[in-house]
Each structure stands twice: as structure tokens, then as C-alpha cells.
């Protein structure tokens, strides 16, 4: 829609469904800055009366649902002195990803427990991994 042509005939097909369509919102519709696009309706009328080729829209593809091996998330907050020492301990454990190092501490801190005494535990019981150990020493010692 380049020409004085083009726009008239655009405004002329959009007059009978939405008379107040005039070239200044087509300028407004043609300018990305003011973020203007023509309604869906008003497409479909440009397209049955010629105006705008007619497109074949693929139906909608139904979502597949979120699969992933690991589906649980868990997010943390970190202060930047407590970022550095976690890094630190992640890069000596040898471990590539925080990923790999994470899964590595929740199951060692999983094996420290036998499987009845996890079954004991109360919802409301939290494990500080910021205060153990991350050497690998006994605490008791």
C-alpha cells in the first residue's frame, strides 16, 4: 500500500463494515510506531473483496503438554557472598552444571537419611545446606 491508488481502494473495501476508516489510520496502521494493526474482522473483509491475497491459516496445532525428565522446578535466592561460595564448592566438587551439582547434594543429603526416618519427617522440617559441611568432613568432628 505504497500509492494514493492502493490506500483508496483499501479505505473504499473497509468503508461498508467500519465507515469511519479513513487514510489517517491507514498512515497510523502503515507507521510500526504507533503499534496500530488492523483488527482480524477487518483483515477478513480486505481478503474476501480482494484487496489482500487470500492465505490459508493452518489450523492451530492442540498444545502438547509439557514434558520434560526433570518437571519439578525449584528457584532460590541468593545473596552475592552466598552465589560465590556456592560456585566455589561447585567448581572444587568437579561437578560441570549447578544442574549436576544440585542433583549431587540433594542425593547425598537423601542418603544420609534411611527411608523410614524420611518418612517421619514433617512437613514443616528444613535441611540448611548453607550452614553443612560442603567439604565432605563429618560435622561431628
Known amino acids: ?29 502503515r507507521n510500526p510506531e504507533y503499534g496500530i494493526q488492523l483488527a482480524p474482522e477487518a483483515v477478513s473483509v480486505l481478503r474476501d473483496k480482494g484487496v489482500l491475497p487470500k492465505v490459508e491459516v493452518p ?10 525428565k526433570k518437571p519439578n522446578r525449584f528457584t532460590v535466592r541468593l545473596s552475592d557472598s552466598q552465589t560465590v561460595r556456592f560456585l566455589q564448592a ?26 523410614d526416618s ?12 548453607w550452614d553443612a559441611d560442603l567439604t565432605g568432613s563429618d560435622p561431628g568432628q
Not at 561447585?90 to 527411608?115: F, H, N
Request: contains cysteine; proline residues 1%; neutral net charge.
Open 1 to 29: 500500500m505504497s500509492n494514493g491508488k492502493e490506500t483508496k481502494k483499501f479505505c473504499e473495501a473497509l468503508a461498508e463494515k467500519f465507515p469511519k476508516f479513513s487514510r489517517v489510520q491507514m498512515c497510523m496502521i
Open 90 to 115: 561447585k567448581d572444587a566438587s568437579g561437578c560441570a552444571t549447578v544442574q549436576e551439582y544440585l542433583e549431587k547434594l540433594i542425593m547425598e543429603e537423601a542418603s544420609a537419611y534411611s527411608d
Open 59 to 68: 489450523a492451530q496445532s492442540v498444545k502438547q503438554a509439557y514434558k520434560r
Open 118 to 129: 524420611l518418612l517421619e519427617m514433617s512437613g514443616g522440617d528444613q535441611i540448611n545446606l
